[in-house]
């Protein structure tokens, strides 16, 4: 929800037939694939710095269990891996709209799953304790 409404608000990166543009109706600015994948990397770093946050606390909630490190080190360590992981979806959704011309929606899909993987693996061997 946060990178659809910077990418419709601030950066815009969302194409007439974006799922979000559709159902809502919200009226984009045309803008060409380059714009367009620059925008969304953009988008993508922003809804991280808040969403991250959000992650961190209901894994502490209701997911993992603390105590494998200090918890100035855990913090550390999941922004860490949660921003290598959204490197490299943001990286691969960058060169799906650049290259392929790919739907934002559909690239940006692509990065949530990217970034789905690697969390979970990382925290639950390394960060957490279980």
Same mark, same amino acid.
């Given at each position: 929800?946060? %990178?659809? =409404?910077?990418?419709?608000? =601030? %950066?815009?990166?969302?194409?007439?037939?974006?799922?979000? +543009?559709? %159902?809502? @109706?919200?009226?984009?600015? @045309?803008?060409?694939?380059?714009?367009?994948?620059?925008?969304?990397?953009?988008?993508?770093?922003?809804? %991280?710095?808040?969403?991250?946050? /959000? !992650? &961190?606390?209901?894994?502490?909630?209701?997911?993992?269990? *603390?105590?494998?490190?200090?918890?100035?080190?855990?913090?550390?360590?999941? &922004?860490?891996?949660?921003? =290598?992981? /959204? #490197?490299?979806?943001?990286?691969?959704?960058? +060169?799906?709209? @650049?290259?392929?011309?790919?739907?934002?929606? $559909?690239?940006?899909?692509?990065?949530? +799953?990217? !970034? /789905?993987?690697?969390? &979970?693996? /990382? *925290? @639950? $061997?390394?960060? #957490?304790?279980?």
């Amino acid at each position: 929800m946060i %990178f659809h =409404l910077v990418a419709w608000k =601030l %950066f815009p990166a969302l194409q007439e037939h974006d799922h979000a +543009v559709q %159902f809502f @109706k919200l009226p984009i600015r @045309k803008i060409n694939d380059a714009q367009r994948a620059r925008n969304s990397m953009i988008s993508n770093t922003m809804a %991280f710095l808040i969403a991250n946050l /959000v !992650a &961190y606390i209901t894994n502490i909630l209701w997911v993992f269990q *603390r105590g494998r490190h200090p918890i100035v080190i855990e913090i550390l360590l999941f &922004y860490a891996v949660s921003g =290598l992981s /959204v #490197f490299i979806g943001t990286i691969l959704m960058g +060169v799906l709209i @650049k290259r392929f011309g790919m739907l934002t929606t $559909y690239a940006f899909a692509s990065n949530i +799953v990217t !970034a /789905v993987l690697i969390n &979970y693996a /990382v *925290r @639950k $061997y390394f960060i #957490f304790q279980g």
